[in-house]
């Protein structure tokens, strides 16, 4: 599946829904946050890191607490450590992208990955304040780039800054991984543990979010963690939130097609069924909530989209949203930014601390 621009390049169908929603994609539609966001008072791109050097944009450093998770009754779950050695990777109007190169000890994947801190992050204000996780993943290959990294492209970080200071969405802590290790469209692995092949899906579900917590101030339990992609990065996030109820809450899934097809699978056919969200969602006991897309311009993939609707089922809810005139492109994706923050907001927990 290759990186969309500003044609249509493979359609890519949308996963189901069990009700669908009229959802405004404007800005100014959106609506409040839910209750428990921080009163936005940092400016899009400001707020020094109250322990990094002056101007420096770089988070403050981890502090350990020996491994432990939050106390019992606690909300915030302070950082672990050891702090990973993030680098400015580019400069937004909403503050930097640093990015490292993550080491996974459970899959062995060795893999760079992008992180963006909303401003309030590193604000003294929300010093003791645990923050909601937004997972992103890109269309295409994603090797070695992830297009929610570029604000010409998907300028999410500078949207999110924006309604996050209007307290009309939470601000997110932004991870943002690559996918694959090639530029092989015919080999890609599809974020799943492909036999014989890096364990992608283990690296995606474990030692990602293991190195969240490692790093930033999160908070306990799944209700704050959500995922989104574009493309084939909806595939991931529709796929990683059924086979991990346990770690994500909330998924947006913006114009996939959810079919695992990865020529790397040939000769796993099992397991390739049991990765294949297509197949995922027809017997999905995952108590998650999903936000699927379709562009309306594409006839194909409105009729793919809810072909999928109709195989979807309790507990397991996914709302769908129709962009009108939509077409499978950035340029459309982009669009969608407001919307899905939007309803990432209702259904994810916002900034909490203890006190």
Not at 63 to 76: E, H, Q, R, W
Not at 277 to 301: C, F, N, Q
């Amino acid at each position: 599946m290759r990186q969309p621009q500003s044609q249509p390049t493979r359609i890519r169908a949308v996963l189901a829904g069990v009700t669908a929603l009229a959802l405004s994609a404007a800005l100014a539609a959106c609506s409040g946050g839910s209750s428990g966001t921080p009163a936005a008072d940092a400016k899009a791109g400001g707020g020094a890191a109250a322990s990094a050097p002056a101007g420096s944009g770089a988070p403050a450093a981890p502090v350990p607490t020996g491994g432990s998770a939050a106390p019992a009754g606690a909300k915030v779950v302070m950082p672990t450590g050891p702090a990973a050695n993030l680098k400015k990777a580019r400069d937004t109007k909403a503050g930097p992208i640093m990015m490292t190169t993550l080491a996974g000890p459970k899959s062995g994947v060795s893999a760079d990955v992008w992180v963006w801190l909303p401003p309030q992050y590193n604000d003294p204000k929300y010093a003791h304040y645990g923050f909601p996780v937004l997972t992103l993943y890109a269309g295409g290959q994603s090797n070695g780039y992830n297009t929610w990294t570029d604000e010409h492209q998907l300028p999410i970080q500078d949207i999110d800054a924006q309604l996050a200071q209007q307290q009309k969405a939470h601000p997110f802590i932004m991870i943002m991984p690559v996918q694959n290790l090639t530029g092989d469209e015919h080999h890609s692995f599809d974020c799943s543990d492909i036999p014989g092949q890096p364990k992608m899906g283990t690296w995606m579900s474990q030692d990602v979010p293991d190195f969240v917590r490692a790093n930033f101030r999160t908070l306990k339990g799944r209700d704050s963690w959500g995922l989104m992609g574009a493309s084939s990065g909806a595939d991931c996030s529709a796929k990683l939130a059924m086979q991990h109820p346990d770690l994500f809450k909330a998924a947006v899934a913006i114009d996939g097609d959810f079919v695992a097809d990865s020529w790397s699978w040939k000769g796993h056919e099992a397991e390739q069924a049991a990765n294949s969200p297509d197949k995922l969602i027809a017997s999905s006991k995952a108590d998650v909530r999903i936000l699927a897309t379709a562009g309306g311009g594409s006839a194909y993939e409105v009729g793919v989209v809810k072909r999928w609707m109709a195989k979807a089922a309790a507990p397991t809810t996914v709302e769908y949203y129709e962009e009108p005139g939509g077409e499978h492109s950035t340029v459309d994706f982009g669009k969608l930014i407001p919307m899905s923050l939007d309803w990432l907001t209702k259904n994810l927990t916002g900034p909490q601390s203890d006190s």
